[in-house]
């Protein structure tokens, strides 16, 4: 079974199997699905956490997963941290560490999170907000990792080649980029850097893994 990965724009995703749907960081949804059997929401800043794009995927019974401020904010209750799992039906989503190192945008402390989602045996893991960090390199088995590569608050498209090449994925999607800070020319630059194919969505468009 293949799994399908839309990305919306800046840090926005679906991934779904064709069964089950999580949503990451739903932000600025074109429309309003209600198809959500989970949304992982890694921190707490207007640009990955809405509560308004949070209620358009969500439909009855849908999990909201995010560190505790974030949940907080959303009025959820399924609070996570860095090195905890969660499984909803046939997703396991597995909490791991996002972060600046030399900034201050993202600090450690606030114990926010990217995460690896497994669903119909493919391992994809969206970095979250982070610079190159030690935990990336303790990955495994990565099928797809989504990188931020718009700089500024995150990792450069040079820093996201190096992220790649420690996370040892198969092959990468580039986001962060195209709204708010960073431009394509940014997620090509990665794309020509980085050790693995790298797969430049358009806002809408998906890839199948």
Not at 32 to 43: C, G, K, R, T
Not at 155 to 165: D, F, I, L
Not at 173 to 179: A, L
Request: aromatic share 8%; net charge negative; glycine share 8%.
């Amino acid at each position: 079974m293949s799994v399908e990965i839309q990305w919306f724009g800046h840090a926005s995703f679906r991934i779904s199997d064709g069964k089950n749907v999580i949503y990451i960081d739903p932000w600025k949804l074109p429309r309003a699905p209600h198809d959500a059997d989970a949304i992982f929401v890694s921190h707490s800043h207007y640009d990955h956490c809405s509560k308004l794009d949070v209620a358009k995927a969500s439909k009855d019974g849908t999990v909201v997963i995010a560190p505790a401020d974030t949940i907080q904010k959303l009025g959820a209750t399924n609070a996570i941290t860095p090195g905890e799992s969660f499984p909803i039906e046939d997703i396991l989503v597995e909490a791991v560490a996002a972060y600046n190192i030399g900034k201050t945008f993202h600090p450690r402390g606030h114990n926010w999170c990217g995460a690896v989602i497994t669903l119909a045996g493919r391992r994809i893991y969206y970095a979250g907000d982070t610079d190159v960090i030690p935990q990336m390199s303790n990955l495994k088995d990565v099928d797809v990792a989504l990188l931020p590569v718009g700089g500024t608050y995150t990792m450069s498209p040079q820093e996201a080649a190096t992220a790649a090449k420690a996370i040892g994925c198969r092959a990468a999607i580039p986001y962060h980029w195209g709204d708010i800070v960073g431009s394509e020319e940014d997620a090509q630059a990665f794309a020509q850097a980085a050790p693995c194919p790298v797969h430049v969505l358009q806002p809408g468009e998906t890839l199948r893994v």
